[in-house]
C-alpha cells in the first residue's frame, strides 16, 4: 500500500492546481536538507551550463 501524501501546500497557477507534500523531507535533519539542496544546485548548474553552450 502506497504511503498517502501529507500536502502542506496547495495552490493554483492559472489553471495548473500544485500539491506540495513533505512526506520525503520532514525526518530530514539540518544537515541532510544542506547536502541535499546542494546536490539539487549542482545539478541544475551542470543543467543550465549545457543548455547555454548547446545554444551558441
Known amino acids: 500500500m502506497t504511503e498517502?501524501?501529507?500536502i502542506?501546500?496547495?495552490f493554483k497557477i492559472g489553471n495548473t492546481r500544485i500539491?506540495?507534500?513533505?512526506n520525503?523531507?520532514?525526518d530530514k535533519t539540518?544537515?541532510?536538507v544542506k547536502?541535499?539542496?546542494q546536490s539539487v544546485a549542482?545539478?541544475?548548474q551542470r543543467s543550465l551550463t549545457a543548455?547555454?553552450?548547446a545554444n551558441r
Not at 500539491?19 to 513533505?22: L, M, Q
Open 4 to 6: 498517502q501524501p501529507n
Open 8 to 10: 502542506v501546500r496547495d
Open 19 to 22: 500539491k506540495i507534500a513533505d
Open 24 to 26: 520525503y523531507c520532514a
Open 30 to 32: 539540518a544537515d541532510d
Open 35 to 37: 547536502r541535499i539542496l
Open 42 to 44: 549542482e545539478k541544475a
Open 51 to 53: 543548455a547555454v553552450i
